[in-house]
């Protein structure tokens, strides 16, 4: 992948999975920690692990570094365990949030450093796979924003993902057409912020290509809400969701970017002055900007 992407792609995520420090069960109960890391080889969702299943879980789990909450003294093998099935068997909580995970039901933890270096191995694997399947073949050549749309696509459902519309029209880098069927369900919560995003940035790749844009060019948009909210995260300026809402959190966060920059502090996402500042400081990172 470009480097652009690799770059983005924690502020990309952040907002959608969260920071998780500890294990708990995604909606469809596998167990999973960090940023959507999954660690959990259970066939089926909302079920029991065979042994074997759990087996190969305990071992995607024992990859991290765990710590003994209080004590932080590096977790045993054994507490490993221990943790995992106590999350597992708590399938009745799956469908209510990673919150009913925290101690005192778990003892274990990861730091943030291990949380972004297993984030990074997991995207890296996850690429590997990929690229050795029929129609992504050409991806290292691919526009940035194509490459991101279809990683954070893996990201939500692995990648060995069938999308037989959506692998024909990447194969051919029909960027409209693969806008067009990226979407995948369930289609709530931060699953429909991750379509939405999907789809803005193999829209970008489109745009980003008809312009002229160099390949490894991560380009980001600053005309509306959803973008400037991209902007000021990849600004580092959170907590921040991109859902496309101009709410309490974002006029805030806006005022943040506007009084650390000396501008007037009213709120605007498209107040000139602010959009030019925000993109002349994103350029400043290398991002190619439009819409400013």
Sequence with gaps: MHQSVRDYWISFN???EGRVHFMYLDVKGYVSTGIGNKIDETARDNSAPTGQERALSLAAAGLLRWLVNDAETEATPEEVAAEWDTVKSRLDLAPFGHGNFRPPLTRLHVEDDEIDRHVFAKLDEME???TRREGFGEFASWPANAQLATLSMCWGMGPKFRFPKFQGHVAVRDWAGAADECHFTPDVGTIRIRNKLDRAHFLLALDAESRGVAADQLVLEVSDVFGVQGALLALGIKPLTQDGVDGPLTQGKVKEF???N???ENGAFDDPD????LASQLS???FTVFGS
């Excluded at 602010?274 to 500042?277: E, F, L, N, Q, R």
């Design 14 to 16: 952040d907002p959608l």
């Design 128 to 130: 590997t796979v990929l």
């Design 258 to 260: 506007q009084a650390a």
């Design 262 to 264: 000396g501008l007037a």
């Design 274 to 277: 602010t959009v030019s500042a």
């Design 284 to 286: 400043g990172l290398g």
